[in-house]
T-cell receptor, first 115, second 113 residues
Framework: DSGVTQTPKHLITATGQRVTLRCSPRSGDLSVYWYQQSLDQGLQFLIQYYNGEERAKGNILERFSAQQFPDLHSELNLSSLELGDSALYFC??????????????FGPGTRLTVL | SQKIEQNSEALNIQEGKTATLTCNYTNYSPAYLQWYRQDPGRGPVFLLLIRENEKEKRKERLKVTFDTTLKQSLFHITASQPADSATYLC????????????FGKGTKLSVIP
């Protein structure tokens, strides 16, 4: 158990809908990262937050947004969903943004299926 | 453009042998490289990190090498066991100013009893 929690575990929805994925980082970790993993693309970095502020952005679609709240939990919002958004979404946390090595601790993931 | 390649999509080896997985990268100058293990349907788990000024790192039956001239890291599992069967991912960060981890697509290792 990494200490990172994600809800829900599974989500099935229809095209055009909007969903919210939730992540609670390990106790004490200030950084939260979101990744998307699909069979053909592998693990793709979406976005990082550090202590409530956006720190880095990857290939995140404009239809997707995220935020980190004062209690450090984070939410990833996916809207106008398309079939191609079906994937595993992982949240990871780490202690700091930079400096010495920052191994990331991954949650169990949310499996999103768009029908 | 930056690229990470893990040469084999799948690798089958006999129990007790040494598994060697390869990670090659282009157009990166990584400060360090990480290896993760991922089991089906689960999140990756950090295994080892090696810095650009380190040639080799060991942890129990695991060994990682890092050759910045060849732009390559090798990941070895000695005395492999069926429980080592998983997908292994390498990941790079370009340096202290870069916060993104870019992952290779992984190598699926199967250790046959």
């Amino acid at each position: 158990d990494s200490g990172v929690t994600q809800t829900p575990k599974h989500l099935i929805t229809a095209t055009g809908q909007r969903v919210t994925l939730r992540c609670s980082p390990r106790s004490g970790d200030l950084s939260v990262y979101w990744y998307q993993q699909s069979l053909d693309q592998g693990l793709q970095f979406l976005i990082q937050y550090y202590n409530g502020e956006e720190r880095a952005k990857g290939n995140i679609l404009e239809r997707f947004s995220a935020q980190q709240f004062p209690d450090l939990h984070s939410e990833l919002n996916l809207s106008s969903l398309e079939l191609g958004d079906s994937a595993l979404y992982f949240c990871a946390s780490s202690v700091r943004t930079s400096g010495v090595s920052n191994e990331q601790f991954f949650g169990p993931g949310t499996r999103l299926t768009v029908l | 453009s930056q690229k990470i390649e893990q040469n084999s999509e799948a690798l089958n080896i006999q129990e007790g042998k040494t598994a060697t997985l390869t990670c090659n990268y282009t157009n990166y100058s990584p400060a360090y490289l990480q290896w993760y293990r991922q089991d089906p349907g689960r999140g990756p788990v950090f295994l080892l990190l090696i810095r650009e000024n380190e040639k080799e790192k060991r942890k129990e039956r695991l060994k990682v090498t890092f050759d910045t001239t060849l732009k390559q890291s090798l990941f070895h599992i000695t005395a492999s066991q069926p429980a080592d069967s998983a997908t292994y991912l390498c990941a790079l960060r370009s340096g202290a100013g870069s916060y993104q981890l870019t992952f290779g697509k992984g190598t699926k290792l199967s250790v046959i009893p």
